[in-house]
């Protein structure tokens, strides 16, 4: 019996009793392109792009490890068709402004198949086993921009024939702003095969780009690929949108060229567990995934270096040295600009708190939080100088301008909005907002609420709707939102606590509670109160 012709039977037999490898039969190394994460598979495997990056993101683009902000694990397994299984298994550990780095382990197996020799005669079972092991590591070049580099060592078996080899990716990753992020990577682009086998790996070449609309309510992801070898050459494309529902639940469609893809996504804190299915002309597919985040972020540790670095300063400014006197006159003299900017601008006094800001960056300019207050600044004090007005709308933009020095976006561009909707003429106010909203990336819904409605009047109505369709997650949702812009309004802290209660969480039932009733009286939920404690 020759040995190419019994190989020859091995292979015919796998493709007829396993069709699942179907995929694999015209592309070496083809299952190392399956996807990780239910979650990006159920969008039709669009990975490219980085946004909220995950334990699984690095799979599709290595530099996605510059934006992970804290350890995570994650895990998956998939039921294809016949007796084949893919499963991946993915670490990620982020170590602050030295990078990160990832380790993941591919694994696809099919069995089942019956191995016959060249006259066609039964010689038993076999199987095929393909896994890979990868190590890579990201960093951002800047506020922005990460790279990337990921290699892995890959070994196929089919029954007593085995190959191996070795790859190097590498990548790249943009964030324009919170709403906008684009990528690219190129796998293959260094690699090595080894054993029975001629195959060499292609060299594949995605870009990819997503898009948030309406917050993060909706996401869009589109990627581009193109991949091959000498004159072969062969395109791809992934769809996908992403609707959150809710912090608890989203739902994902999905479309690329050999399937359509769907599934949901159920978060819980630093938990999430993630389903998709797929519909190919092999028949359904069903993916299982889930991950866990653990330990500080990577944004609480700088700060936290920032704070310790702060000590050291004046721990250095109080030790007895030559010199000593100046240093602690300066340390001073930076914390007194620094404490007067912040009190300035929460004042309202905004060109005097840019001037405060500008002298404390004279002071120290090694300082990194002083540059960003002064951008944001030198962007409101040629629209509003000065507020200190008492009225609803000035204490709304006030709150607006503050929310945005600080570096909260989102929130400056609702309140701001808000307070636009309570006087639509107010030319200054529309050139705040377009400013802060071009600023951050976000956008908001310019239409006027119903007729004799404010938009807290309307969120009000809206919360009270979903309370009475016991959709409690929503009336919190959209009670924060309310607090958010009249932080004293009691109506919303009472319907929160409300909801709280319907969920089980007694205590912060009570304190939501508790603050309504400081507001405004109300004696029968004080006597609710007292029976909870």
Known sequence: MKFPNLLLCYSAALLLCCSATLRAAGSPGAFLTWGAGARHLALGNAGASVADADSFSP?????????????????????????????????????????????????????????TDENNRVLGDFANQQTAVGFGYGKTVSQKLSLGLRGRAHNNTLDTVSASGFAMDVGAAYRFNNLVDAGMSFANVVSMMTGDTSDTLPVVVKIGAGYKVFGDRLRLAVDYGSSG????????????????????????LGKNREEMTGGFGLAFGAFNLDYAMAMHYLGLSHRVSFNFRFGRSMSELRELDRKAAAAAKLIEGTEPATGAPEDEQRIMAFQENFQSAMSMYKRGLFTIALD???????????????????????LITPIVPQNMSTDKVSELMRRGIVYFVEGHGQSSVKTLAYALSLEPDNFTMMRLLGRVEEKTGYRIDRSQPASGLTLVDKMQYESLIAFKKKDYAETIKLCEEVLLLEPDN??????????FYALGEKDKAGKMWMRSNEISYDKKLDELIKKIK
């Open 59 to 115: 799979y599709y683009n290595s530099a996605a490890l510059g934006f992970i902000e804290r350890k995570e694990i994650g895990t998956l397994y998939s039921i294809l068709w016949e007796e084949t299984s893919y499963s991946y298994l993915s670490y990620v550990h982020p170590m602050a402004d030295r990078g990160a780095l990832g380790f993941d382990v591919i694994s696809l197996y099919s069995g089942g198949a019956v191995k």
């Open 229 to 252: 070898g000498g004159s072969s050459v062969t395109d791809s494309y992934a769809l996908g949108i992403e609707s959150r529902l809710n912090k608890y639940f989203a739902l994902r």
């Open 490 to 499: 009691a109506l919303a802290l009472k319907r929160m606590g409300s909801a």
């Open 356 to 378: 405060r800001f500008k002298n404390a960056g004279g002071i120290d300019p090694t300082d990194p939080d002083v540059p960003l207050f002064v951008e944001r600044l030198n």
